[in-house]
């Protein structure tokens, strides 16, 4: 299987944390967005053991873009995790569910004035300054505060990693950060030192998403150690965070290789430990910032077969009852998934389809060429590794409500999101 927490039961059923999918299809309807609490705790606990043993100052820090609502910073909590927010929206939500702000590192290209007033007004930790403008924007909101406003500044390290286009953010020429090799990062770090606001933490990148090698960290924290190195030489700066960003890859299908992500930690560590000791620096905070990571394999998206189109010569199509407004992933990025029959699960796969979904798109594609058990109409299709990204990403396109998302624990299920209503579609209409 492709993650240990899913299976098949002796009705031939497939299960998902233990659970009959089927019969929690029954229970809440399709679609069905499904969380395995234990995986997402196991999956804090790993990066947070290794990391607190590898490092004398670390905090693995939940990027919570992946998976938005209460319920889930509720759990980062209880784990220990700080998290990165990326919009006030995500702000309020931590707060509404009750997490202190202060581990809260504030990311996002464009911070408008009211986002910086309003995250400084709620006791956000850390801003994750991106450029010039925002650091003036905090200079001039955190006046009359007794405290100055920590932050990190994102920095390009200029690294292309190989992924997909779309989510490869380390190059020079992104959009996000400043670029070392342009000077505009020791320019930025300058100004920072000059602010009287503003208290200079250290330094972030992020060079990827779903990146496999371990190497494209250790080249990351490479590249920002000398930086960090040249600036203690000619500003006398102490470095005391270092953030190397989010991303070690999901395993999706069974032809991508599942990450030890401990082993991995531990070797950032040790070339971290001898880097600072050869540039003469304390070794800083270390941060990370998972996201897929934490959540990916602790979703499965639940559907409820509908039309099978048969094209004689062409292909065939399976029609599920959700799509692209609850997991736009395929469209976006041309993302694998792996699927299954859910209550089918023990018979022969031999029939070829796109899974398609039922928004007027063509595009609107949840996997292409898929083999499965040949479907009949109400049977369950389940999606693998849905946990990030998907919901947070879903839309009401066509006026398609989104599906409630049902967290899983120790045999129990309950609501942590409730389905959307057709009252909800038409509440801010007015
Ligand atoms: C998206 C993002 C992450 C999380 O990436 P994952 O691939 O989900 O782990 C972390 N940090 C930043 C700055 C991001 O933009």
Known sequence: MICNNIGVNEKGNLT???????????????????????????????????????FESALPVYASKAASFMRMYEIINEEGLGIDVVSVGEIYTAMKAGMSLENAYFHSNNKTDYDVEFAIENGVGYFVVDNEEELYAIERSNKGN??????????????????????NTGKVDSKFGSAIETGQAEEITRLALEMEEIELMGFHCHIGSQVFDSDTFLRGSEIMLRFAAEMKAKYGYELKELS??????????????????????KQV????????????????????????????DAGMTLYTVGTIKQIPGYKNYISIDGGMTDNPR???????????????????ADFTADVVGRCCESGDIIQPDVTLPKPVRGDIVAVCTT????????????????????????????????????????????
């Open 330 to 348: 395929y469209a976006l990025y041309g993302s694998e998934y792996t699927l299954f029959v859910a209550n089918k699960a023990t018979e022969p």
């Open 16 to 54: 998902f944390a233990g659970q009959d999918v089927c019969e929690l299809a029954r229970k809440y309807g399709t679609p069905l967005y499904l969380m395995d609490e234990e995986k997402i705790r196991e999956n804090c606990r790993t990066y947070k053991n290794a990391m607190d043993a590898h």
């Open 269 to 296: 560590s040790a070339y971290v430990h001898n880097l600072c000791a050869e540039l003469g620096l304390q070794v800083p905070k270390m941060i990370m910032e998972p996201g897929r990571s934490i959540v990916a």
């Open 146 to 167: 007794p405290a100055k406003q920590k932050v990190l500044l994102r920095l390009t390290p200029g690294i292309d990693t190989h992924t997909y286009e779309a989510v």
């Open 244 to 265: 190397l960003g989010g991303g070690y890859g999901v395993k999706y299908v069974e032809s991508e290789p599942e990450i030890d992500i401990a082993a991995n930690i």
């Open 387 to 430: 946990g990030a990204y998907n919901y947070s990403m879903a839309s009401n396109y066509n006026r398609i409500a989104r599906p409630a998302v049902v967290m899983l624990n120790e045999g129990k299920s309950y609501q942590a999101v409730k389905r959307e209503s057709l009252d909800d579609l038409i509440m801010n209409d007015l």
